[in-house]
């Protein structure tokens, strides 16, 4: 069975603040993806970024950077200099890479709140 | 390309009533997913097909009953509504050759009284 466990119900930050979402994952496959989306006041979900198990470089997206650490089973992912519109929930998943049906397992989200 | 869209999006419901959401998707995935989202608990899958006239169970689909007659559409019907199915719902839809990636539509929000 998949788990994926996001510690942090709610972060609150001053605009221009570093934040740092973690994100602990469960998984007896050997290969899997790792997902990070953004679900902003409006509803929708964003796709963020997608890391497969075989890579763990670091990767950076402006200011934006997730940390991968396979032997701690952590996804962790940092906003550098917060803005108010980072302001969300975020969510990690997870998902088996198999031929046919890939389901995604959520974590229970962090809610983000950056203020002015 | 509209991508996946879902309607409607926000519906109330009395107890024991019965409701269909649609799921339509226009970028013809195999793989279509219908997902609950509770306060707290992510997103949990409720059941998902991965080609026209095939439907699977997923994480919790009791109360729930799926149909996918149509390669484009993923119907999620409701027979008898309970209070406990009030949450928002999100509809996803993946390619086989790229079938981690999942596109997400708006969400419905539905409110069972």
């Known amino acids: 069975a998949q788990k994926v466990t996001q510690a942090q119900t709610e972060i609150s930050v001053v605009e221009k603040e570093d934040v740092t979402l973690d994100c602990v994952y469960e998984t007896r496959d050997t290969t899997y993806y790792l997902f990070w989306y953004k679900q902003p006041p409006s509803g929708e979900l964003v796709f963020l970024i997608r890391r497969n198990s075989f890579d763990e470089q670091n990767e950076i997206s402006g200011r934006y950077s997730w940390n991968f650490q396979k032997s701690t089973s952590s996804f962790n992912f940092t906003i550098t200099a917060s803005q108010v519109v980072d302001s969300a929930v975020y969510f990690c998943a997870l998902s088996a890479i198999k031929a046919a049906g890939n389901k995604l397992t959520f974590g229970g989200g962090t809610r983000v709140l950056v203020k002015p | 390309n509209a991508g996946v869209t879902q309607t409607p999006k926000f519906r109330v419901l009395k107890t024991g009533q019965s409701m269909t959401l649609l799921c339509a998707q226009d970028?013809?995935?195999?793989?279509m997913y219908w997902y609950r989202q509770d306060p707290g608990m992510g997103l949990r899958l409720i059941h998902y097909?991965?080609?026209?006239?095939?439907?699977a169970k997923g994480e919790v689909p009791d109360g729930y009953n799926v149909s996918r007659l149509k390669k484009q559409n993923f119907l999620l019907g409701l027979e008898s509504a309970a209070p406990s199915q009030t949450s928002v719902y999100f509809c996803?839809?993946?390619?086989?050759?790229?079938?981690?990636?999942?596109?997400f539509g708006p969400g419905t929000r539905l409110l069972v009284l």
């Open positions: 970028m013809n995935h195999e793989y």
């Open positions: 097909s991965v080609g026209e006239g095939t439907t």
């Open positions: 996803a839809s993946s390619d086989p050759a790229s079938p981690e990636t999942q596109y």
